[in-house]
């Protein structure tokens, strides 16, 4: 990064104008340079340090959105190099941090668009229950997503002033009918797209500002920035919390800085730290990260730590693995989703488990067929060629494999694809849950679905001779858990009881298994008994967190297997 830039200097070019940040220099009369500095103002005072990169980051988030916002809006983007319009000693100042742009008529307003409860308007909306007179539901709170995006024009004030808010008909006293019209349905649709496609970066964009001027014939254009963390409040998705105000990539940590020094807020600004400058730069380039980084370079940039934070720390495990190969204690057979990963979940690392991953994580029964039979054979190697000592079958909570097949037509035997024909495993997963819960909602019986299903995935496993011989012998235990994505808890088959107990991470030494929440969680799950009754457990289980797995009654006979699948 180089040095940062306060304020440029082009001597080759005309200054038209240095606002808060940005240096307008003329080009030619079509066409305006606009520069970013590296200037940060805060409280409408422009602060003496700047910050290194800003304005490139800037510059580049701006760019990234007057592209992806073209289909909906022409912009003033012209495409020309900036670096060919000034001196050649002036080509380091424009370098990355500026763009050459048409020259348009700005509109006299500055387009504001609010989707969540943020600042002012949250200010506004716990004495008045509005938002810019613009009357809201009552009972949100600070940071909630309001009920539609609003369009909260104010003026633009000249510098040094601050922007006063103005009504719809205000807005429309300045620019006409027409024209305020197509401003607030453009504001709105550009909110709309950029802030869902944020929201799949990790970016809540809380509010925002745009700029908008026309041509001679009136097109419309987006101009100034767009969408920036300057322009904009930017949350980070993952710690937004709607009753507080969340952290942002924006100005605000500076702000805090500022209002902890004690500064009374007027001109000068103090100097900032080297630090918080830096700490300042480093929020405005995530936020560019998030932006604009695709996920196989955010893949490629996990791997760069994985290799560095683990597979260099942990040089020896790896050196060990290599040489004498892989001796997992425990297989996983867990679901394709993305949402639940055995080894994160069970916070494993390298080595410790094998792991098996299917649709909605079933076990197939024994078949000797010429098909392929990848769960099968992944099942064989860990069994009998690594002797591993469980085997884990892990549901979860929302799996799409058991939705899927709740939706099945009953009796259906039609199959598109691969899926139907997959879930069939569970069909009588299925078919139990729909005998017992009947006029239950469908929520409720694909909760219980996710359920049963562990239920038969363990019986398959027994049909398999190696598994079977290796359970009675007590070599190797079967295990049925469910991951509640939603709750975060771990629910454990218990085969005494017949019932899913939820595993307490609050008592690692395991005097009471079952939390005071173990009502709760019997009362979303109604479990089968053996009699086909439908069971709501409320007293603890005995177990004392030690379930010993899955065995079959008899000890692995012919007949146990038979009662496994009586029920069926
Ligand atoms: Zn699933």
Redesign the pocket.
């Known amino acids: 990064m180089n040095n940062a830039l306060f304020q440029s200097d082009i001597k080759s070019l005309k200054l038209l104008n240095r606002g808060k940040v940005r240096d307008i220099y003329e080009v030619d009369d079509q066409h305006l340079l606009i520069v970013t500095t590296d200037r940060l103002s805060a409280f409408d005072v422009v602060l003496p340090t700047p910050v290194p990169g800003k304005g490139r980051v800037l510059t580049a988030i701006s760019n990234f959105w007057f592209d992806r916002l073209k289909h909906v809006i022409p912009n003033q983007l012209t495409g020309i190099d900036p670096e060919s319009v000034v001196a050649d000693n002036e080509r380091e100042q424009v370098a990355g941090r500026a763009i050459v742009v048409k020259k348009l008529k700005p509109l006299p307003i500055e387009a504001i668009v609010r989707g969540y409860l943020a600042g002012s308007g949250w200010k506004e909306y716990k004495a008045y229950s509005s938002v810019c007179g613009i009357s809201l539901p009552a009972g949100l709170r600070e940071a909630d997503r309001l009920p539609e995006p609003l369009f909260t024009p104010s003026t633009k004030a000249e510098a040094g002033a601050h922007d006063e808010n103005i009504s719809y008909q205000q807005a429309e006293q300045l620019l006409g009918t027409d024209l305020a019209a197509r401003v607030r349905d453009m504001c709105i649709a550009l909110y709309k797209y950029a802030a869902s496609f944020a929201l799949g970066k990790g970016i809540i964009i809380a509010d925002t500002k745009f700029e908008f001027g026309q041509d001679e014939q009136g097109t419309l254009y987006l101009i100034d920035e767009a969408l920036t963390p300057d322009s904009s409040r930017f949350w980070p998705a993952d710690q937004y919390q709607p009753g507080s105000n969340p952290p942002s990539f924006d100005k605000q940590y500076v702000r805090d800085w500022l209002e902890a020094s004690g500064w009374n807020k007027h001109a000068p600004g103090p100097e900032l730290p080297p630090e918080v400058a830096a700490i300042t730069g480093e929020k405005y380039r995530e936020a560019l990260k998030r932006l604009t980084q695709s996920h196989i370079e955010k893949l490629l940039e996990g791997f760069r730590r994985f290799h560095s934070d683990h597979y260099e720390e942990n040089h020896a495990l790896f050196e060990r693995l290599t040489k004498q190969g892989q001796s997992p204690k425990t297989i996983v057979v867990g679901?394709?989703?993305s949402r639940?990963d055995p080894a994160i979940v069970t916070n494993s690392s390298s080595g410790d488990l094998f792991i098996i991953r299917n649709?909605?994580?079933l076990v197939p029964p024994y078949e000797i067929s010429g098909n392929h039979h990848g769960t099968s054979a992944a099942l064989e190697f860990g069994v009998c060629q690594l002797e591993v000592e469980n085997i884990i079958v892990l549901g979860?909570a929302r799996?799409?494999?058991?939705r899927a097949l709740m939706n099945q037509a009953p009796g259906s035997d039609h199959t598109d694809g691969f899926i139907d024909g997959w879930m069939k495993i569970a069909r009588n997963a299925r078919n139990r849950v729909l005998a017992r819960m009947q006029g239950e909602s469908a929520e409720m019986q694909a909760q219980a679905c996710e359920l049963e299903a562990i239920k038969v995935s363990l019986d398959n496993l027994l049909t398999f001779p190696w598994i079977l011989e290796r359970v009675a012998q007590k070599k190797l235990a079967l295990h049925g858990w469910y991951f509640d994505i939603e709750r975060g808890e771990l629910l454990r088959y218990n085969p005494d009881s017949n019932r899913f107990d939820v595993f307490s991470t609050s008592n690692r030494h395991g005097t009471s298994s079952v939390p005071e929440h173990e009502s709760a969680c019997a009362g979303r799950f109604p479990h089968q008994n053996h009699d086909g009754t439908t069971s709501h457990s409320t007293k603890p289980s005995q177990n004392d967190g030690k379930v010993d797995g899955y065995l079959p009654k008899g000890e692995g006979t012919n007949e146990s297997l038979r009662d496994f699948h009586g029920n069926d």
């Open positions: 679901c394709c989703d639940v649709v909605a994580n979860h799996c799409g494999g058991i």
